[in-house]
């Protein structure tokens, strides 16, 4: 029976982007279905009843929820082309870690793009500091996963695409803060799966203002 | 060769009871350590085994740290596989428990510390979602005696530390849990059978005590 694959998802989506990577290493034909956030689907709604959000990985009808859920999901079911865990329970657990690690910079995110004005300079330094956390953490391995790109690789590279936003916003420059991180980055966006599913940085960025207003009324 | 496991915890937390509950339903042998004073003085242990969060429970096997107590528990079930395995098999079905288990990291356990951490209009608010999230729990677990189907799994060591809590929720937020969610109130009596679990969940009392210490520490009484 061929595997029937959909995501239903949001182009400019940090979250979205680790699946799609996903996808793209294990060479599976997936339908891509761009939602409107403003006006959910029927579809969405009933495949993601609890948060109704993005991005929902649809397989054979049976809906898969949470981007790195997805992704070890993904990792499980097609577990032959480029492993994304390590096959080590410690090294998992590692993974896991880092991919909960990242996921803890995101309140912090939101504060510094969406959040009262005065609060980006704090939040911005926050950011800063967790990045320098994940910095020392890649030490001077050429992926998160050592040679091979993986899980962790893909929970952050997700991020990349709104790093230029970040820097406007937050004024502050990630290339000076952290170094290592953007060289790291432009080495994954190297890999066909980044080059695909990465959004496009300055249409990021462009979106950021009509995102702001949304916010404000939503 | 014998694995050494060592549990950094401290009692009342909800995160160090999944740790434990897990270790106990392995039957696993550990060192249980008490971080005392683990707001103001942390051991140097904690701050070497978790640079990163400085947090318990610190799960410690052959000298290796493991953080984060989902991440601990998925681990403990990898380990040591045979005995009561808490995840299914199935990718499909362990997707859908990890995913409520994310929904009690990310919405339950959020929530829960605003009620602890809020007064008036703020605490209403908190009481008010943590019921709805609740009930949404109790309606996945449905007619199930586990959120793992007949055996006690993943998602029940997840949320089963917050049964001695709920007291303490009761108390300070003014309503009766056996009223707003009966069936999971009565799947925590079903869990409380179980060694791993009756045996380790401390006294919903001393954690009522815990919680006033808290609040007059935090100026919220």
């Not at chain 2, 270790?23 to 640079?51: A, F, Q, S």
């Not at chain 2, 493991?66 to 990898?78: A, F, G, N, P």
Request: negative net charge; glycine residues 6%.
């Amino acid at each position: 029976m061929v595997d029937e694959v959909i995501l239903l998802d949001y182009w400019p989506s940090m979250f979205g982007v680790r699946t799609r990577i996903a996808l793209e290493e294990k060479n599976i034909k997936f339908d891509y279905i761009e939602q409107d956030l403003c006006n959910k689907s029927a579809l969405l709604l009933e495949m993601n009843p609890v948060h109704k959000k993005i991005p929902v990985l649809i397989h054979n009808g049976k809906p898969v929820c949470e981007s790195l859920i997805q992704v070890e999901y993904i990792d499980e079911t097609w577990p032959r082309e480029n492993p994304i865990l390590p096959s080590d329970p410690y090294q998992r657990a590692q993974a896991r870690f880092w991919g909960n690690f990242i996921d803890k910079m995101l309140p912090g995110l939101g504060k510094l793009m969406w959040g009262v004005k005065g609060e980006e300079q704090e939040a911005g330094k926050e950011f800063v500091e967790m990045l320098k956390m994940l910095e020392s953490e890649l030490g001077d391995r050429t992926y998160f996963g050592g040679e091979t790109f993986g899980y962790v690789d893909i929970a952050l590279i997700g991020f990349y695409g709104w790093f230029d936003a970040f820097e406007k916003y937050g004024n502050f420059s990630i290339e000076a803060e952290c170094p290592k991180i953007i060289a790291w980055a432009k080495r994954c966006v190297k890999r066909d799966s980044v080059a695909k599913s990465l959004p496009d940085s300055e249409k990021v960025t462009e979106l950021v203002p009509e995102l702001k207003k949304k916010k404000r009324v939503g | 060769m014998a694995d050494e496991v060592i549990l950094l915890n401290f009692w009342p937390s909800i995160f160090g009871m999944r740790t434990t509950i897990a270790l106990e339903e392995k039957g696993v042998k550990y060192e249980y350590r008490e971080e005392e004073d683990v707001i103001n003085n942390k051991t140097r242990l904690l701050l070497e085994m978790n640079p990163v969060h400085k947090k318990i429970p610190v799960l410690i096997h052959n000298g290796k740290p493991v953080c984060e107590s989902i991440v601990q528990v998925q681990y403990i079930d990898e380990i040591w596989p045979e005995k009561n395995p808490f995840l299914p098999k199935d990718p499909y079905q362990r997707a859908q428990a990890l995913f409520w288990a994310d929904f009690i990291e990310k919405k339950v356990c959020v929530c829960g510390r605003r009620v602890w951490t809020t007064k008036g209009e703020e605490l209403e608010a908190a009481n008010k979602e943590f019921l709805e999230l609740l009930k949404i729990l109790q309606s996945e677990l449905g007619d199930k005696p586990y959120f793992g189907g007949d055996k006690f799994g993943f998602v029940d060591t997840v949320l089963i530390g917050f049964f001695c809590w709920f007291p303490a929720y009761e108390k300070f937020g003014n309503y009766s849990m056996e009223s707003e969610c009966s069936e999971l109130m009565a799947w925590g009596k079903r869990c409380m059978q179980r060694d791993s679990v009756a045996n380790y969940l401390p006294d919903p009392e001393r954690v009522i005590g815990y919680v006033l210490h808290l609040k007059k520490l935090f100026g919220l009484e």
